[in-house]
């Protein structure tokens, strides 16, 4: 597949403290207007330092609290007036949550959904109108290997990125040939600041080596990028296995 030069304009994060996301930022941040929007936005001064020392021409900081879906749609048209054409929007926001309090509590497990599927519809909806209108820009969307087939260890989390999943599909379809590319990241366990102190499963990688796929999927326009790229045989095979197997398979 081609390597083609990415798209012109600014790089929206949001989420703009995920380790993964950060990353991908750094990797394209060079001479490009990069904002980081995330809750407490005053904070992130580390984070502006490394984007900074990539390269990027300027650095903006933004408040963004994914569950106030409201605000979705003033905010990203507000960046679009003030820094013009959007290059990229990477969607790098979620909770892991906690699986044992979800299942005894219905508003745990809700407020894991409304983050993890909720808030990614709506603004997913709001940034493919932006840039569908401006007819270019890269969508980055951060699915995962538990929404491939859903385990009973953590079913409220992998049943949120099944959907968030099934929703970017369908929307990396309706818009081809607009001009807007989607890429649906599907990593497998990220050893990391959200998995800190869970016992990394097989295939496992760090934010560095899911960020440098990322990019390279990016440049080649790819649909969907697993990491590592063995998951992909994997879970083909996982798809078969009998549901008593199944249900006994670890997270």
Do not use: C
């Amino acid at each position: 597949m081609a390597v083609r030069e990415l798209d012109e304009g600014a790089i929206l994060l949001l989420g703009g403290r995920s380790e993964m996301g950060l990353d991908v930022v750094r990797r394209i941040a060079g001479g490009r207007t990069v904002i980081l929007a995330a809750r407490r936005s005053a904070e992130l001064d580390a984070e502006q330092e490394i984007v900074e020392r990539a390269g990027a021409a300027s650095v903006h900081r933004v408040e963004f609290d994914a569950d106030d879906l409201p605000n979705h749609q003033p905010l990203l048209e507000k960046l679009a007036a003030e820094h013009g054409r959007l290059g990229a929007v990477v969607l790098a926001f979620g909770v892991l949550g906690d699986q044992a309090r979800a299942e005894l509590d219905p508003a745990a497990a809700v407020a894991v959904v409304h983050t993890d599927y909720v808030a990614q519809i709506s603004v997913l909806t709001v940034a493919a109108n932006l840039l569908r209108a401006q007819g270019s820009g890269h969508l980055v969307v951060f699915g995962s290997v538990a929404g491939v087939r859903v385990r009973r260890a953590n079913y409220v989390y992998g049943s949120a990125k099944a959907g968030l999943d099934g929703f970017a599909s369908g929307l990396g379809d309706a818009l081809h040939g607009s001009g807007v590319h989607l890429l649906l990241v599907r990593p497998g366990f990220v050893v990391g600041r959200m998995t800190e102190g869970m016992d990394p499963a097989p295939f496992s990688s760090t934010p560095e080596q899911v960020a440098a796929a990322v990019v390279t999927a990016l440049h080649r326009r790819a649909d969907r990028v697993w990491i590592p790229g063995i998951l992909r045989w994997v879970f083909t095979v996982a798809r078969f296995l009998p549901q008593p197997l199944w249900r006994r398979m670890p997270r």
